[in-house]
Protein backbone atom coordinates (compact mmCIF):
# COMPACT_ATOMS: atom_id res chain seq x y z
CA UNK A 1 0.00 0.00 0.00
CA UNK A 2 1.51 3.59 -0.93
CA UNK A 3 -0.14 6.53 1.11
CA UNK A 4 0.11 9.76 -0.59
CA UNK A 5 -0.13 12.52 1.80
CA UNK A 6 -0.03 16.07 -0.32
CA UNK A 7 1.52 19.36 1.43
CA UNK A 8 -1.63 20.84 0.43
CA UNK A 9 -3.82 18.73 2.55
CA UNK A 10 -1.31 19.25 5.93
CA UNK A 11 -2.79 20.99 8.78
CA UNK A 12 -1.48 24.61 9.20
CA UNK A 13 -1.50 26.52 12.17
CA UNK A 14 -0.99 27.76 14.82
CA UNK A 15 -3.58 30.28 13.76
CA UNK A 16 -3.26 32.41 17.73
CA UNK A 17 1.21 33.11 17.03
CA UNK A 18 1.78 35.82 14.65
CA UNK A 19 5.59 34.70 14.22
CA UNK A 20 5.72 30.74 13.40
CA UNK A 21 4.02 29.35 10.33
CA UNK A 22 3.49 25.62 10.38
CA UNK A 23 2.63 22.67 8.54
CA UNK A 24 1.75 19.63 10.12
CA UNK A 25 2.17 16.34 8.49
CA UNK A 26 0.77 14.79 11.42
CA UNK A 27 -2.15 15.86 14.11
CA UNK A 28 -0.12 18.07 16.30
CA UNK A 29 -1.06 20.98 18.69
CA UNK A 30 -4.26 22.43 17.77
CA UNK A 31 -4.11 20.04 14.41
CA UNK A 32 -5.91 17.17 15.12
CA UNK A 33 -7.11 14.81 12.29
CA UNK A 34 -8.07 11.21 13.49
CA UNK A 35 -6.64 9.95 10.55
CA UNK A 36 -3.52 11.43 10.61
CA UNK A 37 -1.88 10.35 13.73
CA UNK A 38 1.41 9.39 12.34
CA UNK A 39 3.13 6.38 10.62
CA UNK A 40 4.19 3.62 12.78
CA UNK A 41 6.91 5.34 15.14
CA UNK A 42 7.19 8.52 13.07
CA UNK A 43 4.85 10.94 15.25
CA UNK A 44 5.57 14.83 13.97
CA UNK A 45 7.22 16.20 10.91
CA UNK A 46 6.16 19.57 11.18
CA UNK A 47 7.49 22.29 8.84
CA UNK A 48 8.06 25.42 10.62
CA UNK A 49 8.90 28.91 9.50
CA UNK A 50 10.14 30.77 12.71
CA UNK A 51 10.41 35.13 12.65
CA UNK A 52 13.39 37.12 13.28
CA UNK A 53 14.15 37.31 16.60
CA UNK A 54 11.23 34.74 17.47
CA UNK A 55 11.18 31.09 18.41
CA UNK A 56 9.86 28.92 21.46
CA UNK A 57 10.44 29.75 25.21
CA UNK A 58 12.18 26.95 27.35
CA UNK A 59 9.55 23.88 27.67
CA UNK A 60 9.46 20.30 28.17
CA UNK A 61 9.38 16.96 26.62
CA UNK A 62 9.74 13.41 27.48
CA UNK A 63 10.41 9.79 26.00
CA UNK A 64 10.18 11.58 22.45
CA UNK A 65 13.20 11.19 19.92
CA UNK A 66 13.49 14.77 18.41
CA UNK A 67 15.21 16.08 15.28
CA UNK A 68 15.61 19.20 14.04
CA UNK A 69 16.95 19.13 10.53
CA UNK A 70 17.52 23.13 8.96
CA UNK A 71 16.65 23.67 5.66
CA UNK A 72 17.65 27.74 5.89
CA UNK A 73 18.48 30.09 8.22
CA UNK A 74 19.66 29.39 11.81
CA UNK A 75 18.20 27.87 14.75
CA UNK A 76 19.17 28.64 18.14
CA UNK A 77 19.09 25.51 20.32
CA UNK A 78 19.90 25.13 24.30
CA UNK A 79 18.56 22.55 26.79
CA UNK A 80 19.06 20.87 30.21
CA UNK A 81 21.53 18.31 29.34
CA UNK A 82 23.26 21.29 28.36
CA UNK A 83 23.48 21.02 24.90
CA UNK A 84 23.28 23.80 22.88
CA UNK A 85 24.56 25.54 19.38
CA UNK A 86 23.51 26.28 16.11
CA UNK A 87 22.16 24.48 13.49
CA UNK A 88 22.55 25.45 10.17
CA UNK A 89 21.12 24.85 6.58
CA UNK A 90 22.00 20.95 5.78
CA UNK A 91 22.69 19.89 9.86
CA UNK A 92 20.82 17.73 11.56
CA UNK A 93 20.21 17.75 15.60
CA UNK A 94 19.06 14.88 17.68
CA UNK A 95 17.60 15.37 21.21
CA UNK A 96 16.62 12.30 23.30
CA UNK A 97 13.57 13.95 25.93
CA UNK A 98 14.29 10.34 27.75
CA UNK A 99 13.26 10.88 31.09
CA UNK A 100 12.64 14.39 30.38
CA UNK A 101 13.93 17.79 29.42
CA UNK A 102 13.58 21.16 28.77
CA UNK A 103 14.83 23.14 25.96
CA UNK A 104 14.36 26.20 23.61
CA UNK A 105 14.64 27.16 20.31
CA UNK A 106 15.08 30.31 18.92
CA UNK A 107 15.79 31.73 15.39
CA UNK A 108 19.64 32.71 15.52
CA UNK A 109 18.87 35.60 13.34
CA UNK A 110 17.45 39.18 13.99
CA UNK A 111 17.03 39.66 10.40
CA UNK A 112 16.31 36.68 8.26
CA UNK A 113 13.56 33.99 8.89
CA UNK A 114 14.16 30.50 9.83
CA UNK A 115 12.98 27.38 8.18
CA UNK A 116 13.33 24.07 9.47
CA UNK A 117 11.52 20.50 10.03
CA UNK A 118 11.03 19.38 13.56
CA UNK A 119 10.04 15.43 13.36
CA UNK A 120 9.25 13.20 16.34
CA UNK A 121 9.94 9.11 16.50
CA UNK A 122 8.74 7.70 19.68
CA UNK A 123 11.49 6.09 21.26
CA UNK A 124 12.33 2.16 21.71
CA UNK A 125 12.19 2.51 25.77
CA UNK A 126 11.02 4.84 28.16
CA UNK A 127 12.90 6.99 30.82
CA UNK A 128 16.55 6.67 29.83
CA UNK A 129 18.82 9.42 30.43
CA UNK A 130 18.26 12.47 28.27
CA UNK A 131 20.70 13.23 25.63
CA UNK A 132 21.98 15.45 22.92
CA UNK A 133 23.94 15.25 19.42
CA UNK A 134 24.58 17.51 16.14
CA UNK A 135 25.96 16.54 12.82
CA UNK A 136 26.38 18.35 9.50
CA UNK A 137 24.59 16.55 6.26
CA UNK A 138 26.01 18.75 3.64
CA UNK A 139 28.34 16.19 2.13
CA UNK A 140 25.48 14.25 0.60
CA UNK A 141 26.61 12.24 -2.63
CA UNK A 142 23.52 9.95 -3.15
CA UNK A 143 21.75 8.55 -0.04
CA UNK A 144 23.46 9.45 3.27
CA UNK A 145 22.70 7.98 6.17
CA UNK A 146 22.11 10.85 9.21
CA UNK A 147 20.76 8.80 12.15
CA UNK A 148 20.61 5.12 13.34
CA UNK A 149 19.69 2.52 15.92
CA UNK A 150 23.51 1.80 15.89
CA UNK A 151 25.43 5.19 15.15
CA UNK A 152 26.93 3.46 11.39
CA UNK A 153 28.75 5.58 9.70
CA UNK A 154 28.89 8.53 11.42
CA UNK A 155 24.95 8.83 11.62
CA UNK A 156 23.65 10.61 15.00
CA UNK A 157 22.85 7.23 17.11
CA UNK A 158 18.59 7.41 17.96
CA UNK A 159 16.57 5.27 20.58
CA UNK A 160 14.71 3.15 17.66
CA UNK A 161 14.65 1.06 15.10
CA UNK A 162 14.94 2.94 12.51
CA UNK A 163 17.36 4.98 9.86
CA UNK A 164 17.03 8.83 8.29
CA UNK A 165 18.22 9.08 5.13
CA UNK A 166 18.75 12.23 3.08
CA UNK A 167 19.59 12.69 -0.70
CA UNK A 168 19.97 16.02 -2.89
CA UNK A 169 19.25 15.55 -6.21
CA UNK A 170 20.01 18.17 -9.29
CA UNK A 171 17.52 17.86 -12.23
CA UNK A 172 18.18 15.21 -13.96
CA UNK A 173 20.20 12.85 -11.33
CA UNK A 174 18.95 9.94 -9.68
CA UNK A 175 18.94 8.48 -6.00
CA UNK A 176 17.67 4.44 -6.23
CA UNK A 177 16.91 2.23 -3.09
CA UNK A 178 14.95 -0.90 -2.64
CA UNK A 179 12.18 -1.34 -0.32
CA UNK A 180 11.65 -4.25 1.53
CA UNK A 181 8.00 -5.53 2.42
CA UNK A 182 8.99 -6.09 5.72
CA UNK A 183 9.79 -2.88 6.66
CA UNK A 184 7.79 0.88 6.46
CA UNK A 185 8.96 3.83 4.80
CA UNK A 186 7.91 7.49 4.63
CA UNK A 187 9.70 9.47 1.87
CA UNK A 188 9.55 13.30 2.53
CA UNK A 189 10.60 15.78 0.14
CA UNK A 190 12.10 18.67 1.83
CA UNK A 191 12.64 20.90 -0.59
CA UNK A 192 12.59 20.97 -4.34
CA UNK A 193 11.00 18.66 -7.00
CA UNK A 194 11.27 15.44 -7.70
CA UNK A 195 9.76 12.14 -9.70
CA UNK A 196 8.61 9.08 -8.13
CA UNK A 197 8.51 5.89 -9.82
CA UNK A 198 6.62 8.24 -12.27
CA UNK A 199 4.53 10.01 -9.58
CA UNK A 200 5.47 13.50 -10.04
CA UNK A 201 6.28 15.57 -6.13
CA UNK A 202 7.05 19.08 -4.71
CA UNK A 203 8.18 20.30 -1.30
CA UNK A 204 6.04 19.37 1.16
CA UNK A 205 4.39 16.16 -0.68
CA UNK A 206 5.18 12.68 1.04
CA UNK A 207 4.64 9.22 0.22
CA UNK A 208 4.22 6.21 2.81
CA UNK A 209 4.85 2.53 2.42
CA UNK A 210 3.80 -0.10 3.76
CA UNK A 211 4.22 -3.86 2.96
CA UNK A 212 5.51 -2.39 -0.36
CA UNK A 213 8.81 -4.73 -1.97
CA UNK A 214 10.55 -3.25 -4.55
CA UNK A 215 12.87 -0.42 -6.26
CA UNK A 216 12.38 3.11 -5.43
CA UNK A 217 13.70 5.60 -8.22
CA UNK A 218 13.56 9.16 -7.80
CA UNK A 219 14.63 11.94 -10.19
CA UNK A 220 15.61 15.27 -9.51
CA UNK A 221 13.40 18.05 -11.12
CA UNK A 222 13.52 21.55 -12.46
CA UNK A 223 15.82 24.07 -11.82
CA UNK A 224 16.85 23.97 -7.90
CA UNK A 225 18.04 21.25 -5.95
CA UNK A 226 15.96 18.46 -4.22
CA UNK A 227 16.32 17.62 -0.90
CA UNK A 228 14.68 14.47 0.17
CA UNK A 229 14.36 12.12 3.63
CA UNK A 230 13.37 8.97 3.77
CA UNK A 231 12.53 7.09 7.00
CA UNK A 232 13.15 3.16 7.15
CA UNK A 233 10.71 2.05 10.01
CA UNK A 234 9.76 -0.74 11.59
CA UNK A 235 7.01 -2.70 10.69
Known amino acids: MIIERPSGSRGHGPAHVDWLDSRHTFSFGDYHDPDWMGFGVLRVINEDRVAPGAGFPTHGHSNMEILSYVLSGALAHE ?118 NGRALVAGDALGYVEEGGPLRITGQGESRADLLLFDLPA
Open 79 to 196: DSTGGGGVIRPGELQWMSAGHGVRHSEFNASKDEPVHFLQIWLQPDRVNAAPAYAQRDATDAVGWQLLASPDGAGGSLAIRQDARVFNARLASGEVAERELQPSRRYWLHVAQGAVEV
